[in-house]
């Protein structure tokens, strides 16, 4: 069965450059064809669709956050990465890594979350 979990810094300041990883085991981000994605849900809201990585490498984002956000892989280390620049109290969050078929907040999998918070 596949895992995912979450792992970074809970608090960022205002301006830096949020980044986080999600380690994934029971499955490749390489081999095998699903969209490998971070969601986030800020407090009393839904869930919004960050961006995703393919097996192929390639790079989607929502377009909100386009200009912002980056995601990497380490294929030796089955991880995948969020980076996430000019942060502002409004990316506080719990951040979600997914695997699923859609490139939207649908997930077949997904990790427990971690919260970030953006404050000085």
Same mark, same amino acid.
Request: proline fraction near 6%.
């Given at each position: 069965?596949?895992? =995912?979990?979450?792992?970074?810094?809970?608090?960022?300041?205002?301006?830096?450059?949020?980044?986080?990883?999600?380690?994934?085991?029971?499955? %490749?981000?390489?081999?095998?064809?699903?969209?490998?994605?971070?969601?986030?849900?800020?407090?009393?809201?839904?869930?919004?669709?960050?961006?995703?990585?393919?097996?192929?490498?390639?790079?989607?984002?929502?377009? %909100?956050?386009?200009?912002?956000?980056?995601?990497?892989?380490?294929?030796?280390?089955?991880?995948?990465?969020?980076?996430?620049? %000019?942060?502002?109290?409004?990316?506080?969050?719990?951040?979600?890594?997914?695997?699923?078929?859609? =490139?939207?907040?649908?997930?077949?999998?997904?990790?427990?979350?971690?919260?970030?918070?953006? %404050?000085?």
């Amino acid at each position: 069965q596949v895992q =995912l979990q979450e792992s970074g810094p809970g608090l960022v300041k205002p301006s830096q450059t949020l980044s986080l990883t999600c380690t994934v085991s029971g499955g %490749s981000i390489a081999t095998t064809y699903y969209y490998w994605s971070w969601i986030r849900q800020p407090p009393g809201k839904g869930p919004e669709w960050v961006g995703a990585i393919a097996v192929d490498g390639r790079t989607y984002y929502s377009p %909100s956050l386009k200009s912002r956000a980056s995601i990497s892989r380490d294929t030796s280390k089955n991880q995948f990465t969020l980076q996430l620049s %000019s942060v502002t109290p409004e990316d506080t969050a719990v951040y979600y890594c997914a695997r699923g078929t859609q =490139l939207s907040t649908n997930y077949y999998y997904r990790g427990q979350g971690t919260q970030v918070t953006v %404050s000085s």
